[in-house]
């Protein structure tokens, strides 16, 4: 069973610095697109960078600067540098994968972490 774990959320203050990590683990034959999104109370749930397989990035034009996504292939890990954080980005963080699973035609599966929560405080 493929599981995606995210660590690394926590309470800071404005103008600082976390770093989410979200490994996946479970028997699967690769991990395309891997990304991060955030929801909000009361909001919707917004995209915030996704990285292919190959390190091409995008990102949200709202952290675009300061927020960094990066992967580790060997690792089966995602990460995101944000920097500069603003109390408006208080947000639960999930950590989302495009998994190719075993079966026929490798079908592709989309998979979801559990959430970290992000507390900015100003």
């Known amino acids: 069973q493929v599981q995606l774990v995210e660590s690394g959320g926590g309470l800071v203050q404005a103008g600082g610095s976390l770093r989410l990590s979200c490994a996946a683990s479970g028997r699967f034959f690769r991990i395309n697109d891997m990304g991060w999104y955030r929801q909000a109370p009361g909001k919707q749930r917004e995209l915030v960078a996704v990285?292919?397989?190959?390190?091409?990035?995008n990102y949200a034009d709202s952290v675009k600067g300061r927020f960094t996504i990066s992967r580790d292939n060997s690792k089966n890990t995602v990460y995101l540098q944000m920097n500069s954080l603003k109390p408006e980005e208080t947000a639960v963080y999930y950590c989302?994968?495009?998994?190719?699973?075993?079966?026929?035609?490798?079908?592709?599966?989309?998979?979801w972490g559990q959430g970290t929560q992000v507390t900015v405080s100003s």
């Open positions: 990285i292919t397989s190959g390190g091409v990035t």
């Open positions: 989302n994968a495009e998994i190719r699973v075993y079966g026929v035609g490798l079908p592709r599966v989309d998979y």
